[in-house]
């Protein structure tokens, strides 16, 4: 005689067990295959992102550095006999078309002793150049195009008959 209460339960029960516990784990594995499969395609499109980003950087700098130097180029060309006289409303006229770009943020124009003599931030009048803008490269006979806190910033050489009468400075910023 068996007791009921200890006689096994039907094989019928045990397999819907076992087959419900085995497709769980299936399930189970998919599910974090998925997760591992989407984590790798976020890291994916984050570094494509990233690349994509950093092309779009050095592009931009590029494209900077060529509109500075140009500006810088016929800036000093159009301000050389102006800054050589003295004449400050002449100059002031001229940067204003540059500060149209809205990129560029400031323009100062310094004498031979690098005092900025006028800019379109008048604060920075009567200021060296070193001190209103830090970081600024040296003096040299080109245009130079450095990086600065806050973006890229050209400094222009004036001479006028072969002889330097100062120096001009554009400041640049990605900022929109």
């Known amino acids: 005689m068996t007791n009921e209460s200890t006689a096994r339960p039907p094989k019928r029960n045990s397999l819907f067990l076992y087959g419900a516990l085995g497709s769980s784990l299936v399930l189970a594995g998919v599910l974090v295959w998925q997760l591992v499969r989407g984590a790798q395609m976020q890291q994916r499109f984050a570094d494509e992102r990233a690349r994509m980003s950093a092309d779009h950087d050095r592009e931009f700098g590029v494209q900077a550095e060529q509109l500075l ?51 379109t931030n008048h604060k920075l009048e009567g200021q060296r150049l070193n001190e209103a803008f830090p970081g600024l490269p040296p003096a040299s006979a080109s245009v130079a195009v450095s990086t600065i806190e806050g973006g890229l910033v050209a400094v222009i050489p004036v001479a006028e008959a072969g002889v330097s009468v100062g120096r001009a400075v554009i400041f640049y910023t990605r900022k929109e």
């Not at 060309?77 to 990129?103: C, H, Y």
């Open 69 to 119: 130097r140009t500006s810088g180029v016929l800036l000093g060309m159009v301000i050389s006999a102006p800054l050589a006289a003295e004449d400050f409303a002449t100059i002031e006229n001229q940067i204003k078309g540059l500060i149209r770009e809205r990129q560029i943020l400031v323009v100062a124009v310094a004498d031979k002793t690098d005092e900025v003599r006028i800019a």
